[in-house]
């Protein structure tokens, strides 16, 4: 049943979601201290509900990667969520996108395996490289937010489309590709996947992301990074972030 899946999938009743859901990867709660009046723990690591001026919404700790996201965002069918924004982080293409900034999606290329087991088809058209799209309201909800919160910092705002991948690796091998020929100004892991299975369920999605890496750059996740740009990242993320997804899904 729909509620056997929420539970043995966010591992908490149904009745424990709000109407309006953050979803992201692996970032501690903690980033939400500096906004939230209250944090309350519903499942251990996982599932929380935040109090954001006078509102409550639900952050859930999907885990990383399209299928174990891809899964949170069906269980949600099983709940009351009907709108959600996932945040996480960003790999940054383009010479003027540095470590910290603030990136809205509006389109993401399919690269996962997840998105092929959305179709009603058990052998669907192949869906790789296929654009997966943001709720547009919403979308545009969010960049409102971002905007205001990001000019009280100075922290530059991006735009654009992003590839989603399965392969952290792979992704060094084709990222010329992504840049010339799908126009991409970032590569992450999980919005295609979440784009199509909120659709497919009715609920409006959208997504504000944080540039943690410059791959072209020599500056990935795996070297080249300084500590002053992950120490202004991890800033911006409690100071600016954190306001701008709130403030998107409550529309405050």
């Given at each position: 049943s729909p509620d056997d899946v929420v539970r043995g999938t966010l591992r908490c009743e149904p009745n424990t979601i709000r109407p309006k859901v953050v979803v992201m990867p692996n970032w501690s709660v903690d980033i939400f201290t500096h906004v939230a009046t209250n944090i309350t723990e519903i499942v251990q690591g996982s599932?929380?509900?935040?109090?954001?001026?006078g509102q409550l919404v639900s952050?859930?700790?999907?885990g990383i990667g399209a299928p174990q996201t891809g899964d949170?965002?069906?269980?949600?069918a099983g709940t009351a969520c009907e709108e959600l924004v996932f945040t996480g982080s960003v790999g940054g293409?383009?010479?003027d996108i540095q470590i910290?900034?603030?990136?809205?999606?509006?389109?993401?290329?399919?690269?996962?395996g997840f998105s092929r087991y959305l179709d009603k088809e058990v052998s669907p058209g192949d869906c790789f490289l296929?654009?997966?799209?943001?709720?547009?309201?919403?979308?545009?909800r969010i960049q409102t937010r971002a905007m205001e919160t990001c000019g009280d910092r100075s922290v530059p705002?991006?735009?654009?489309?992003?590839?989603?991948?399965?392969?952290?690796?792979?992704?060094?091998?084709?990222?010329?590709?992504?840049?010339?020929?799908?126009?991409?100004?970032?590569?992450?892991m999980e919005t295609a996947a979440v784009f199509r299975a909120a659709k497919l369920l009715g609920i409006r999605a959208g997504a504000l992301l944080q540039v943690s890496d410059l791959p072209q750059q020599g500056r990935s996740i795996y070297a080249g990074r300084t500590e002053e740009e992950?120490?202004?990242?991890?800033?911006?993320?409690k100071e600016v972030l954190a306001q701008a997804v709130l403030g998107s899904v409550l529309a405050l």
């Open positions: 599932v929380y509900q935040l109090e954001y001026r952050l859930v700790r999907s949170v965002i069906l269980a949600l293409l383009g010479s910290g900034d603030l990136l809205v999606v509006e389109q993401s290329f399919c690269g996962d296929q654009p997966a799209e943001p709720d547009r309201d919403l979308t545009e705002l991006h735009r654009g489309a992003v590839f989603s991948t399965d392969s952290i690796l792979a992704q060094f091998f084709r990222l010329d590709y992504l840049v010339n020929e799908l126009q991409c100004i970032g590569v992450e992950m120490e202004l990242r991890r800033s911006i993320r």
